[in-house]
């Protein structure tokens, strides 16, 4: 067996265990961490190591090819819908300033009193955004305010 021969094979077998791992859990956690280039460094690699007297047939290299843009196109969905989450949070929380609101710190303590401003945080690793309001010197997170008082 030559040596790109058996490079693919090992390649194609990684796949199969990474594949029968995932889908042995139940669920899909193996693939969160994976994103699209690592999809296409792996196709790449396969393609390199392909055996060349029994090259990918076409209908296998299209299926992969659809793969990418379904986990292209995911990708960008969920971009877009955790903006709109944060966009959403912050609209929320602007729309508390001046209100009387209800509930719990983030030190743990109970808080009440009119919010007076705003905040955004970005966590610097994966650029989280946290939308916190403030209640005088104390600080929430949208998730523990427990009562909002209109008047």
Excluded: C, W
Aim: hydrophobic share 30%.
């Amino acid at each position: 067996m030559s040596a790109a021969s058996q490079t693919g094979s090992s390649t194609a077998a990684s796949i199969a265990d990474f594949s029968s791992t995932s889908s042995s859990s139940g669920t899909n956690d193996g693939y969160n961490d994976l994103g699209t280039d690592d999809f296409l460094k792996l196709l790449i690699q396969e393609l390199q190591n392909q055996d060349p007297l029994n090259p990918m047939d076409n209908s296998e290299m299209v299926q992969q090819i659809g793969l990418i843009r379904e986990i292209g196109a995911t990708d960008e969905l969920t971009g877009t819908l955790t903006t709109l989450s944060d966009n959403q949070q912050l609209v929320t929380a602007s729309g508390l300033i001046g209100k009387q609101v209800s509930g719990l710190a983030t030190d743990s303590s109970q808080v009440e009193g009119v919010v007076d401003r705003v905040t955004v945080e970005t966590n610097g690793q994966n650029e989280a955004r946290s939308i916190k309001v403030h209640v005088g010197g104390k600080t929430m997170i949208l998730e523990n305010i427990r009562d909002i008082q209109t008047g």
